[in-house]
């Protein structure tokens, strides 16, 4: 348990149940009535966000999210499966809990796994990867109309945009959180 005072960027608060990550907050003291903290807080699950004020010293409960490094082995039907890094234990888990991450995700790559009461809740990934091009056409040297870009499909099979420099079978860095081409890789 905690006091509204205590709240901070990224706490994870379990509200009736549901788990609500904490985006914004700012503590309000008007010159009439008490004083009261205003919140932006995401829904773990679905991404939801809302506003939520919250009177001042009142107690809210913590949730304990526990971050586990972990390893993405393989694709198994309609779940991924993951090895917990420092235990090698297996788990799979969902695309829903996945969602966009498996856009980027190889085998072997690295991730980490939040986890509430064993339940896994999302997959963070690193905020670049390193993912080889498999189809692009060939960039005309003065094809402006585009803004300088192709498109290109990686070997996760999503289509990023690139610039017209870049060929087929070259590395690159994409950026996991907006899928933007961020530049070759240094290999």
Request: aromatic share 8%; proline share 4%.
């Amino acid at each position: 348990m905690a006091t509204t005072n205590d709240l901070k960027n990224g706490m994870t608060l379990d509200i009736d149940g549901q788990l609500w990550t904490v985006v914004e907050f700012q503590h309000v003291k008007p010159g009439k009535g008490p004083a009261f903290v205003r919140t932006k807080m995401k829904q773990v699950l679905t991404g939801k966000v809302v506003e939520k004020t919250f009177n001042a010293g009142i107690k809210v409960e913590v949730a304990i999210l526990e971050k586990r490094d972990m390893t993405y082995l393989y694709h198994d039907g309609d779940a991924y499966v993951f090895m917990d890094q420092a235990t090698f234990d297996q788990i799979s888990i969902s695309e829903a809990v996945v969602g966009e991450a498996s856009n980027y995700m190889l085998e072997n790559c690295e991730a980490i796994v939040a986890m509430h009461e064993g339940n896994p809740l999302y997959v963070e990934l690193p905020a670049s990867v390193e993912l080889i091009i498999t189809y692009t056409e060939p960039g005309l040297q003065g094809d402006r109309s585009s803004g300088g870009t192709k498109p290109a499909t990686v070997e996760t099979g999503i289509q990023i945009q690139v610039p017209l420099f870049i060929k087929q079978d070259e590395k690159v860095l994409v950026d996991t959180r907006t899928g933007a081409y961020l530049g070759r890789a240094n290999s």
